[in-house]
Each structure stands twice: as C-alpha cells, then as structure tokens.
C-alpha cells in the first residue's frame, strides 16, 4: 500500500494527450515538492519534473507538472510510442520523514 | 558527466548482512549541494525509499528499515555504502544509488543501473 496514490495503468492514443494522477496529504504533497519518474521494464528511473512542474535539461516540453492542493498532475502531449512506460511520483512526507513513491502508472499508447 | 554506479553481492542469505558501494564518478561526492540516497524496488513492485547521506555524514532513514540500517559516505574513494542488517526475502529487490541536488525538492537527478540482491538459502 502505497503512500501516494496512482492510477495503476491509463492508455491513450498515438498523438493524444494523458494526465496521470498522484493523490497524497496535507503531509507529503500538500506541502513539499512532487517530483515525477518515468521507467521502461529493466531500467533506472529517469527524473522528468522536479518541484512540482519544472523540467530537468534535456526532459522535452511535451511532459509537465502541476499540483494542487493535495493532488499532483503529470501530462503528457504529443503521445508517442516510445512514452510506454511506468511513471512514479514521489514527494517527502514530513509526518513519515521519509521520501515516499506512488505505486506506479503503466502507460499503454495505442 | 557523472555516473553513479552499484556494486555488491547478488545473493544474500536469510538472516545475513548485505552490503553495498555506489561508487561517483566524474565529480565528488564532497560537493554540500547534494544528497546520496539508496532506493529500492522489489521485482515488480513500486520504488521504496531507503534513505540518505550528505556531504558532512549526516543520515536521514526511511524509520522502517532505521534499526536495521547504516549508511555512511567515504570521501577519499568517492563513495557512499549502504549497510542492511538481518536480511530477508522481504528485501528481494533491485538496489538503484541515487543523487538528490538540494534545489530540486527531493527529486533524484541522477540513478546507478541497479544491482538486483535475491535473498535465499
């Protein structure tokens, strides 16, 4: 049982756009950064969004954060096939005093 | 361009101690801008944070695995180790070292490959 909360899998198509959600509390996501992850099967995580809705060099515009209140959202335009993935958010919790992850969302492109 | 990379024992037994090193490199792990933290996943399961270590030694433990846990950070090889006591399968998982850059509100920048550890007999 994970700490945040994640859809387990959404799918859209070729070109479309998905958002993923990623549910916490006042603890964790209320009140520090979200950062999101994306992972292909055998692989390290890769940073995409850190604090909140910012992009690391090279993380191309078509991925984007934002949060509110005690939700955060990643969304992706322009979907492409090679975006099949599984992509992790994650945030401190101030009441855990630890880094805690959502389960994961599987991305299935169409 | 820095690389951080894992090495350790891929098989553990029950009840024994696992150790690990991520060794840095292309850049120091003395820089006081940056964490050094451990991460697990179990085989396909979500990602568990272990916990971290700055610059200085100072440690912060995810408090389930805290009695159970040390990490301490070498400066003359570079490296950080990540010390896990009275192992079981429970702790079955990929091990991924990774840094967290004090401005990027927790998120990890950079990750190892990963070093899968089965605990068996």
């Known amino acids: 049982q994970s700490v945040l909360t994640q859809p387990p899998s959404v799918s859209a198509a070729p070109g479309q756009k998905v958002t993923i959600s990623c549910s916490g509390s006042?603890?964790?996501?209320?009140?520090?950064?979200v950062s999101w992850y994306q992972q292909f099967q055998g692989t390290a995580p890769k940073l995409l969004i850190h604090?909140?809705?910012k992009r690391p060099s090279g993380i191309p515009d078509r991925f984007s954060g934002s949060r509110s209140g005690t939700s955060a959202t990643l969304g992706i335009t322009g979907l492409q096939t090679g975006d099949e993935a599984d992509y992790y958010c994650g945030t401190w919790d101030s009441a855990l005093s630890s880094v805690v992850f959502g389960g994961g969302t599987k991305l299935t492109v169409l | 361009q820095l690389q951080l990379q894992e090495s350790g024992p891929g098989l553990v037994k029950p009840s024994e101690t696992l150790s690990l090193s991520c060794s840095v490199s292309?850049?120091?792990?003395?820089?006081?801008?940056?964490?050094w933290d451990w991460i697990r996943q179990p085989p396909g399961k979500g990602l568990q944070w272990i916990g971290r270590i700055d610059e200085t030694g100072t440690t912060y433990y995810n408090p389930s695995l805290e009695s159970r846990l040390t990490i301490s950070v070498h400066t003359s090889n570079n490296q950080f180790t990540l010390r896990l006591t009275s192992m079981t399968a429970a702790d079955t998982a990929v091990y991924y070292c990774a840094r967290s850059p004090d401005d990027y509100g927790d998120g990890f920048d950079l990750w190892g490959q990963g070093t899968l550890v089965t605990v068996s007999s």
């Open positions: 006042s603890s964790n996501i209320g009140n520090n950064y």
């Open positions: 604090d909140n809705d």
């Open positions: 292309g850049g120091s792990i003395s820089s006081p801008t940056y964490y």
